[in-house]
């Protein structure tokens, strides 16, 4: 996100402006504040100026959309920013409530610049949605937008605005500019002639200005006005929009313009970012330091003064208006070179990891733009995979956006490449495969399943099986999440058996994985185990860290299950270790989870929650909505042995609204069976009942054998205590028998019970005879 503030060096007047956005701030029926005009006329400036004036008395936070960033970016940024809880699965109606509740939470003016690129004025843009909310349940903060154009709302909603248009600088203000700040001279009747003529615009009155200074000399007088071949000096009564006056006066500018240096200001038109002089002169090699201050004294260009305690050279950027009109008037080869020599630049200044954010990657992100705009959509992909000498997060950018979360910038990526490319091609094929992972880790399964059967189905034709099989996985993962476990094991084997024909040994292990999951899942431990030991085994011998890792959770997993905790946690701490070190946040916060749920079967309740804790905030963090739904059902679960049932329900009741939005069926049985343990323990068994009777229908409709026997033994306990003692006794026969069968822990807790309810059947049969 651009959170830089641009310079603002020449600056007049606009008080009574200034007034009238500190009057709008301090109303509190005034939810959102714009600046509206189209370009030139300074909203931008202004918006720097009012938030000087500000500080320190408000929290200001400020980003330009001079890049069309999507929402999903944006809400991160300012979440992050606002330090409020951020989940990359959230749909954009989620993320639109998580926005105003931080900003309800953390009052601060939000700024938001050139919001024009991502609202259109009466369209449907996520952006014109989270303002109409905005407006309609916002407080505590503000928003301040500057725009060309003005959204449209719906007259109770407007009346929450308050949208100040920009006009042109005042006359005793535009004097001064031209005066003071260009050093122009001239009688007060020839100034005000002059400032009048440009409409008193300010980029104009800067363009011509910086063009007389510079054509004329210092202190001109400004009739020399009439000598430079301008229209709107030269026509009397001459009269147009001052936007079509800025082109006018840019495109005379450039004709000026040696022809060297048109074509270098040409060729600097296609950065995104501002740029230095090693930037510049990698697109022209001729040019040089004194050339860009020219450019930025005619104010074609903004100058960005250096920053030698941050290390930072002295730096330029185009104002948008004038990027627009140079590129218009660009031949379309010399805009391609640029973009050519733009890549060659990014790609010889790629930084090597290990990487923290995603600012560490902006070399390649932009590297990735200029490949798109050449059309080169294979070396595009190749940019996101290739691998950089890294391990885990810092294998390859895919992996760092993968490994840290970045689900939905990952998905705009390659579905750039999809819009892009063409079906025959290999990066074509590949970011289906890539998007069908994307999609399976924001929890929306059957776009991934979608994307995972294109790809699987092109791979077929053309008769690439490596293709096939890993296809195949993706849809395995995404039918075991579904808890369809049949059809997902089905798959595993199917992409197991290809990978084991063609010698591909990451995906042998992987389906491996794949296998003891289900397995897992459907209770069949012995099963599991096997399975992963040959995954660990598989992955150990190939030097697949993360795979590692992963067949230790899952072993990890079993051993929890099976009351092995001591053994259990062995392995979770050596998932953790080696996901942490090769930065694998979603490894790492799987092994808290694991840890968790031991020391909480240890009765060590607070060491429980505390890793509990920490697995809830990663997968905030990350966007692991899946996760966030386990580790509040993790926590209600704990809170409910400490007898804390109401606080217990609340976190379940999370896991539960979580797991039903994105499709987590095992989410919603489990949390349905805790919901009803709480309110068991609070005896009420009716609602309880009802609870684990709807938690059970699901495990049985999925076949997960894990849940099933305490479920039977939570109702045969109901049944008990209501005095229904048939019922209860077949319910608990029922459990025994699958946990004898499972071989877990729960046998102990089912026979105690058992043999209660035979006693209640043996006195009620006495007092009946």
């Keep these: 996100m651009n959170t830089t503030l641009p310079p603002v060096n020449e600056w007049q ?43 320190p008395h408000w929290r200001v936070l400020w980003v330009s959309f001079r890049e069309r960033y999507s929402v999903a970016q944006f809400g991160r940024w300012l979440l992050e920013n606002l330090e409020q809880p951020y989940d990359e699965k959230w749909n954009d109606e989620t993320l639109i409530q998580q926005m105003i509740r931080g900003l309800i939470t953390s009052p601060c003016l939000l700024i938001l610049d050139n919001l024009e690129t991502v ?32 959204p449209s709302f719906v007259a109770n909603l407007t009346r929450r605005c308050h949208w100040l248009r920009l006009g042109g600088l005042a006359e005793a203000d535009a004097i001064q500019l031209v005066r003071v700040n260009y050093g122009l001279t001239g009688t007060n009747q020839e100034l005000a002639e002059f400032v009048h003529k440009m409409g008193r615009h300010p980029l104009l009155m800067q363009l011509v200005c910086s063009w007389m200074s510079d054509e004329f000399g210092e202190g001109v007088s400004v ?5 430079l071949g301008l229209n709107m000096f030269d026509v009397e009564g001459y009269h147009r929009d001052t936007e079509t006056c800025v082109r006018e006066v840019i495109t005379a500018s450039l004709a000026r313009l040696a022809a060297q240096l048109r074509e270098s200001l040409t060729r600097l038109s296609v950065l995104r970012e501002s740029f230095d002089l090693g930037l510049a002169q990698a697109l022209t090699p001729e040019i040089t330091d004194q050339d860009l201050r020219h450019f930025a004294r005619l104010s074609l260009l903004q100058e ?24 218009d008037q660009a031949n379309a080869e010399i805009l391609r070179s640029a973009h050519q020599l733009a890549l060659d630049y990014y790609l010889a200044h790629l930084p090597s990891p290990p990487w923290e954010s995603l600012e560490d ?20 992909y190749n940019i996101l995979n290739e691998e950089r000498g890294g391990e885990g997060k810092n294998k390859s950018v895919d992996s760092f956006l993968d490994f840290q979360g970045f689900y939905r910038q990952r998905a705009e990526l390659y579905e750039q490449i999809i819009a892009g490319s063409q079906r025959e091609q290999v990066c074509y094929r590949n970011s289906l495969n890539r998007l069908g992972l994307c999609y399976d880790s924001l929890g929306q399964y059957e776009k991934a399943i979608a994307y995972h059967q294109q790809c699987h189905d092109i791979s077929e034709e053309i008769g690439f099986r490596q293709g096939v099989a890993i296809s195949l996985c993706g849809l395995g993962n995404c039918y075991d999440n579904l808890g369809q476990y049949e059809k997902a094991i089905a798959l595993y084997q199917q992409y197991h058996d290809i990978s084991e024909e063609i010698g591909y040994w990451r995906g042998v292990a992987n ?31 190939i030097g697949f860290r993360q795979g590692v890792a992963n067949s230790l959770c899952g072993l990890g997993n079993c051993y929890d299950n099976l009351g092995q905790y001591e053994k259990a946690i062995a392995h979770y701490q050596q998932h953790h270790d080696i996901s942490e070190e090769i930065g694998f946040r979603q490894g790492v916060a799987n092994s808290l989870c694991g840890l968790g749920n031991c020391y909480k079967s240890l009765g060590q309740y607070e060491k429980a929650i505390a890793y509990h804790q920490q697995h809830h905030d990663i997968s905030e963090e990350i966007g692991d909505r899946q996760g966030v739904a386990i580790s509040l059902g993790n926590l209600g679960n704990c809170y409910n042995d400490l ?11 999370q896991h539960h609204d979580i797991s039903e939005e994105i499709g987590f069926r095992q989410g919603v049985a489990i949390s349905l069976h805790n919901i009803g343990e709480a309110l068991r323990k609070l005896e009420n068994y009716s609602e309880a009942e009802s609870k684990i009777q709807a938690s059970l229908v699901i495990s049985q409709d999925i076949k ?46 089912c026979e105690e019970l058992l043999g209660q309810i035979q006693e209640n059947l043996v006195d009620s049969d006495n007092n009946l005879k």
């Design 704 to 749: 997960y054998k894990y849940l099933i026997p305490d479920s039977l033994k939570a109702l045969a306990e109901i049944a008990h205590k209501t005095n229904r003692p048939e019922l209860a006794l077949s319910h608990c026969q029922q459990a025994l028998e699958l946990c004898q069968e499972l071989g877990i822990p729960l046998v102990k807790d």
């Design 643 to 653: 007898g804390q049932y109401e606080k217990a329900i609340a976190h379940h009741q």
């Design 223 to 227: 009739t020399e006005s009439q000598n």
């Design 361 to 380: 990657l902006k070399e390649y992100l932009e590297a990735f733009y200029h490949a798109g705009e050449l059309g080169e959509w294979q070396l595009a």
């Design 119 to 150: 609202v259109q004025t009466a369209g449907d843009s996520v952006y014109r949605q989270f303002l109409i909310r905005w407006l309609g349940s916002g407080n505590q903060s503000k928003i301040l937008i500057t725009s060309r154009e003005q």
């Design 13 to 55: 007047g606009r008080q009574q402006e200034l007034q009238e956005l500190l009057t709008a701030l301090g109303n509190d029926q005034i939810h959102l504040i714009g600046i509206v005009a189209t370009g030139g006329y300074g909203k931008t400036a202004l918006a720097v100026k009012f938030r000087e004036q500000l500080i």
């Design 304 to 327: 960005f003064p250096p920053e030698p305690k941050a290390g930072k050279p002295r730096r330029f950027q185009f104002l948008p208006l004038i990027s627009m009109v140079v590129q």
């Design 511 to 541: 389906s491996l994985c794949g296998l003891g999951n289900c397995y897992k899942s459907l209770g069949q431990y012995e099963k599991a185990i096997a399975h992963y030991q040959q995954h660990h085994d598989i992955s150990e011998e």
